[in-house]
Nanobody
């Protein structure tokens, strides 16, 4: 069974930085695009970023463009999200999610999430 385990969340001040990680297992990681999705308290899911299977093509929600960087290490089966210049609105649970194809915005498996709290 596909497993995705996020880590790296925590409390950070506005303007600060944080790096999220997602450990993937039980599937051929380098065959599939991967995504980060977040959910702010009391709100719905919001797509954050997608990276293709090779790590060469990335896309971002306009709300995080220029501040967040998605990356992957296929040798280690790891997905990352580098977050900088964090804002209060970035608070939420961050999920990594697998796509069913080498490039797709569809998501078929999700992790349990890691909480990011941006607060002074």
């Amino acid at each position: 069974e596909v497993q995705l385990v996020e880590s790296g969340g925590g409390l950070v001040q506005p303007g600060g930085s944080l790096r999220l990680s997602c450990a993937a297992s039980e599937f051929t990681f380098n065959n599939y695009a991967m995504n980060w999705v977040r959910q702010a308290p009391g709100k719905g899911l919001e797509w954050v970023s997608t990276i293709d299977q090779g790590g060469t093509h990335t896309t971002y929600n306009d709300s995080v463009k220029g501040r967040f960087t998605i990356s992957r290490d296929n040798a280690k089966n790891m997905l990352y999200l580098e977050m900088s210049s964090l804002k209060l609105d970035d608070t939420g649970v961050y999920f990594c999610a697998k796509s069913p194809y080498w490039w797709s915005y569809e998501m078929d498996y999700w992790g349990r999430g890691t909480l990011v709290t941006v607060s002074s």
